[in-house]
């Protein structure tokens, strides 16, 4: 490691990396940045630890970006496939974002995405209510791809299959952008290999 922030950036987690960043943080001025951010580079591998750091990171004073650690925290447990309180998490940082708009996150898609792939029924509507009320945040390709995939899934499971097709065909070609309109970063925010499986849905709509 030779950047100054790697520190607070691991990618593995074990006994002697958590000793060292322990070490640094001791040290640091803004403990909560550290903890967070370290977390979210550990949500999705090693969610137990991600969980802990988040722990103190709720339980220290300053709350300047609670949001975005709900949002970690949503993703550390669906890792350990505790889908109910991410679900619960990601609300958390929906509810963070009405009180302080300026700093959002991809909660609003996250969460619909989430319940349209597993089929949480008890929650479409909870979800369809979401998306309404944020369609003006989208921004990059794979916030459209996401937000009309989700309308997709969730209104055909309702019976709505005409509108389901207009959905999808809008997410194929968010889907089928490879550029993201951005001079100096033409790939950021483009639809990948992580929604394959939603891809893969969709077609069922393509083709009929």
């Given at each position: 490691?030779?950047?100054?922030?790697?520190w607070?950036?691991?990618?593995?987690?074990?006994e002697?990396?958590?000793?060292?960043?322990?070490?640094?943080?001791?040290?640091?001025?803004?403990?909560?940045?550290?903890?967070?951010?370290?977390?979210?580079?550990?949500?999705?591998t090693?969610?137990?630890?991600a969980?802990?750091?988040?722990?103190?990171?709720f339980?220290?004073?300053?709350q300047?970006d609670?949001?975005?650690?709900?949002?970690?925290?949503?993703?550390?447990?669906?890792?350990?496939?505790?889908?109910s309180?991410?679900?619960q998490?990601?609300?958390?940082?929906?509810?963070?974002?009405?009180?302080?708009?300026?700093?959002?996150?991809?909660?609003?898609?996250?969460?619909?995405?989430l319940i349209?792939?597993?089929?949480?029924?008890?929650?479409?509507d909870?979800?369809?209510?979401?998306?309404?009320?944020?369609?003006?945040?989208?921004?990059?390709?794979?916030?459209?791809f996401?937000?009309?995939?989700?309308?997709?899934?969730?209104?055909?499971?309702?019976?709505?299959?005409?509108?389901?097709?207009?959905?999808?065909?809008?997410?194929?070609?968010?889907?089928?952008?490879?550029?993201?309109?951005?001079?100096?970063?033409?790939?950021?925010?483009?639809?990948?290999?992580?929604?394959?499986?939603?891809?893969?849905?969709?077609?069922?709509?393509?083709?009929?």
């Open positions: 490691m030779s950047s100054r922030d790697d607070y950036r691991n990618r593995v987690w074990n002697e990396i958590a000793s060292a960043f322990r070490s640094k943080l001791n040290r640091a001025r803004r403990r909560e940045q550290y903890l967070r951010i370290q977390a979210s580079y550990l949500a999705k090693f969610p137990t630890a969980l802990d750091l988040l722990n103190e990171y339980g220290l004073p300053n300047f609670h949001a975005a650690g709900h949002v970690t925290r949503a993703e550390a447990l669906l890792a350990l496939n505790r889908e309180e991410a679900i998490s990601y609300e958390a940082a929906l509810r963070r974002e009405a009180d302080f708009p300026q700093l959002k996150t991809r909660a609003f898609l996250e969460l619909p995405y349209a792939l597993r089929k949480i029924a008890s929650h479409y909870r979800a369809l209510e979401i998306l309404n009320e944020r369609k003006a945040d989208l921004f990059f390709p794979v916030d459209h996401m937000w009309h995939t989700s309308r997709a899934l969730i209104v055909s499971a309702k019976g709505h299959l005409g509108e389901a097709r207009k959905h999808a065909r809008a997410a194929f070609e968010a889907a089928a952008k490879d550029q993201s309109g951005f001079r100096f970063h033409p790939t950021i925010g483009l639809v990948s290999d992580r929604h394959a499986d939603a891809l893969s849905r969709l077609r069922q709509f393509h083709d009929a």
